[in-house]
């Protein structure tokens, strides 16, 4: 028989602690502060990050993005992705160890999961009991914390395109859409899947990154590595102490950096695919290189060129600035500056110019020739303004319609304007002209934009 996977084998990580598992918790603090907090943050009066997908407007604090201003949404991807690349370059799955959110919400789960049945040894000892009333309150209860944890995170991501406050009345209320129940429903239960039942298999199977990180690795990239030439031979340290066997490694075969490691791989046969970078074998080995009292760093972050020529950690980091890290790092600070600079001196008026092809190029009292226009105004700031309209391009062409016309924070109005030129100026057919908006209150807010005004070929 050929199978196309092979069958899961259930993994019971052991619980460690170190200076890694420390900084894992700060990211998972971190990232569900910002993730869980920012749809309760308020901004004028309104949700601080809020994607109005009725209205199509994005409020992202004192910003609001419209859909023409889509090429900053594909700007931030694209800044994400070269900061990918070279953290990928520098530090191998960094991103997959601290902030993936499928390795946070594991983190997450798992620890609830330390928390009702205990550690690694009395949750193996649980589940190869027959089925009783404590094992299955044990489970029930287990199962309802993830549950509530899962359905606060679809509440969540839901809150991000409908205000919490409203949300969480609409909820009480049974009165929500169908569309926000679906989400909510769809990412609770995808975030209970992944992070409850799945975990590894994610990493193994459905994440297209760990196929691909390969590309992104060299041999001074960081990974975390077993010294081979210091642990081999493994075995108990006291027997060749007593002088009853052959000197043996520093590795005394104890199995912890296995038990700790949520992939389910033994890290002493080299690189896998499967290692996300979590270090928790590192913890691990440390605490027990400490008690043996041999020196740390029989599994560490090194490199392949680091553990082929026993380069110092001096001389890892000055291999750092290599030239695919530092392509990557002047992509990515070129890409930084130019956003930053292009949303800084963005402005915040647009304007659309239509021609009125009903009655282009219309005759008037004295011969004068007027054309119409719509104008679609948009006004991004949260404030209203008053804009002045003014046209040119042609001598003696006016503006016959009211000059002023205010907009309401962050809206759009049409305004239909008529422009006249006198009497035999101009050419037969279309006339280059220009039509300039410029803020009341503050005139470097300006915006000019062309259009045609039409002369009749053939006048009366």
């Known amino acids: 028989m050929v199978r196309l996977y092979a069958p899961r084998k259930k993994i019971y990580t052991r619980e460690v602690s170190g200076r890694f598992t420390r900084w894992r918790w700060l990211c998972v603090w971190l990232t569900q502060v ?3 907090g920012l749809p309760w943050l308020t901004w004028n009066g309104r949700p601080a990050v809020l994607f109005d997908l009725a209205a199509r407007k994005f409020y992202l604090f004192g910003i609001v993005l419209w859909p023409q201003d889509f090429i900053y949404l594909a700007g ?3 800044i994400c992705a070269c900061l990918l690349f070279l953290l990928s370059a520098i530090a191998g799955r960094v991103w997959c160890s601290l902030a993936c959110p499928h390795t946070v919400y594991t983190e997450i789960f798992m620890w609830i999961e330390y928390k009702i049945e205990g ?10 009991q027959p089925l009783s009333p404590g094992k299955v309150a044990r489970k029930a209860a287990k199962h309802a914390a993830w549950i509530v944890v899962a359905l606060w995170t679809g509440i969540t991501l839901v809150a991000y395109f409908t205000p919490m406050r409203t949300l969480l009345q609409e909820i009480a209320s049974v009165a929500i859409g169908p569309w926000q129940a679906f989400w909510m429903l769809f990412y609770s239960g995808f975030a209970y899947m992944n992070a409850g039942w799945m975990r590894e298999q994610i990493c193994q199977y459905l994440c297209a990154y760990a196929r691909f990180q390969s590309v992104m690795f060299d041999r001074d990239t960081l990974l975390i590595t077993y010294d081979e030439s210091r642990g081999e031979p493994r075995g108990v340290r006291r027997t060749w102490r007593a002088g009853a066997g052959p000197k043996l490694g520093d590795c005394i075969d104890c199995s912890l950096c296995v038990q700790v490691c949520p992939a389910g791989i033994d890290i002493r046969k080299g690189l896998q ?3 996300i970078d979590c270090a928790a074998c590192v913890d691990a080995c440390d605490g027990v290189m400490d008690k043996v009292g041999a020196p740390r760093g029989l599994i560490r972050y090194a490199t392949e060129n680091a553990m082929r020529a026993g380069l110092s950690q001096q001389e890892i980091r000055r291999r750092v600035a290599r030239p695919r890290v530092v392509v990557y ?7 930084i500056a130019a956003y930053i600079g292009t949303l800084a001196t963005r402005t915040p008026l647009k304007v659309d110019i239509i021609p009125d092809r009903s009655v282009m190029g219309r005759e008037v009292e004295d011969g004068a020739i007027e054309n119409v226009y719509l104008l679609q105004v948009m006004n991004t700031e949260e404030h209203a303004r008053r804009f002045r309209v003014a046209v ?7 503006l016959v319609s009211d000059s002023d016309i205010r907009v309401d924070a962050t809206s759009t109005r049409a305004v239909p304007v008529r422009v006249r030129l006198a009497q035999g100026r101009g050419e037969a057919g279309t006339n280059r002209i220009r039509f300039a908006l410029s803020a009341l209150d ?3 807010v300006r915006v000019t934009e062309p259009t045609v005004f039409v002369v009749p070929r053939t006048r009366p």
């Not at 550690?119 to 190869?128: E, H, M, Q």
């Not at 790092?329 to 890409?335: D, E, F, K, R």
Request: with cysteine.
């Open 34 to 36: 910002v993730y869980y």
């Open 76 to 78: 931030m991807l694209m």
């Open 119 to 128: 550690n690694r040894s009395a949750r193996i000892r649980l589940d190869k």
């Open 273 to 275: 695919f499967e290692c």
């Open 329 to 335: 790092a002047g992509i990515l600070v070129a890409a």
């Open 392 to 398: 040119s391009g042609i001598d003696s062409l006016q």
């Open 442 to 444: 503050d005139p470097a």
